[in-house]
């Protein structure tokens, strides 16, 4: 029977208001081992740190598959025994892609992208993640192992975009990450800078933005099971109880509609 490892990153996950009891659960239900790594994350960091950490649970994880997951990434109970199928399906592959549902309030989501997270340790152990914008996308042979590229699986990750953080969480965690991105790349980007209301600010423009694209909609009964009880329960302070007031504030064009139907459109035939 194929080996299945997931590996995930948790630095103070109570303190940054992270869903990592939820994610654990669903991960250990789903795989035959989890690999946690990132506990001594310091506070002030180099960007190539995260790419590092990544490859610290590749190389740990034993699993002839090696999934990683970000603590807000969550996969349907339902879809546990299609996911191994299409594992074992695409071997011979290096890597599979799955699309990404992502989620600030629980009633509406956009197909972001999609992810390269499943990797073929048992025949490509040689695969690194250092690759892309972020230096922590996986590669081979120095080649980045792009989506394009490798078999696309339609099965969603559910993620929870700071869905269950305050807004001094994300204002101090969006500047730690924009302080390491200007100090590894010598530019802001589109983190806005230093300080954590500047960080806020660059933030909360972008989440407008991808917010309007948000136009699937389900209920709250439809989530994983293991994160239910948790999105029933948001409180205002919590970026997903209504977005911080997007969720009644925005405007969608009709254009934001056209390109997230056709995402979704585009991904349901492409199995």
């Known amino acids: 029977m194929t080996k299945i490892s997931i590996f995930t990153s948790m630095t103070n996950p109570e303190e940054r208001m992270d869903p990592w009891k939820e994610a654990m659960e669903c991960y250990k239900d789903f ?5 946690v790594v990132g506990k001594d994350w310091p506070y002030e960091f180099k960007w190539d740190h995260i790419g590092k950490t990544f490859n610290d649970g590749f190389e740990k994880s034993s699993g002839d598959w090696v ?40 009633d509406r989501y956009q197909v972001k992208t999609k992810l390269c997270i499943a990797l073929n340790k048992k025949k490509y152990p040689n695969i690194v993640l250092n690759g892309g914008g972020d230096l922590c996308q996986p590669t081979l042979d120095n080649k980045q192992i792009k ?7 339609n099965i969603p ?9 305050s807004k001094d969480i994300i204002s101090e965690d969006r500047a730690r990450f924009a302080r390491a991105w200007n100090n590894y790349f010598n530019n802001w980007g589109d983190r806005g800078g230093a300080s954590p209301e500047e960080a806020f600010e660059a933030w909360f423009r972008m989440v407008t933005e991808r917010y309007k694209k948000h136009v699937n909609k389900t ?6 099971k293991y994160i239910k009880e948790s999105l029933s329960k948001l409180e205002q302070t919590q970026f997903g109880y209504d977005a911080f007031g997007l969720k009644n ?13 056709k995402n979704k459109f585009v991904d349901s035939f492409n199995i």
């Open 31 to 35: 795989a035959d081992e989890v690999i």
């Open 157 to 165: 990750i559910w993620q929870y975009d700071s869905t269950f953080r």
């Open 67 to 106: 999934i990683r997951m970000d603590l807000d990434y969550f996969f349907h109970e339902n879809s546990f025994k299609k996911i191994r199928k299409n594992l074992d399906k695409y071997d011979q592959h290096p890597a599979i892609s799955f699309p990404q549902y992502q989620f600030f309030t629980p």
């Open 249 to 261: 504030d925005i405007k969608r064009d009709f254009k934001d509609y056209i390109i997230a139907y």
């Open 219 to 224: 209920t709250i009964n439809k989530h994983p």
């Open 147 to 153: 989506f394009s590229d490798v078999p696309f699986v």
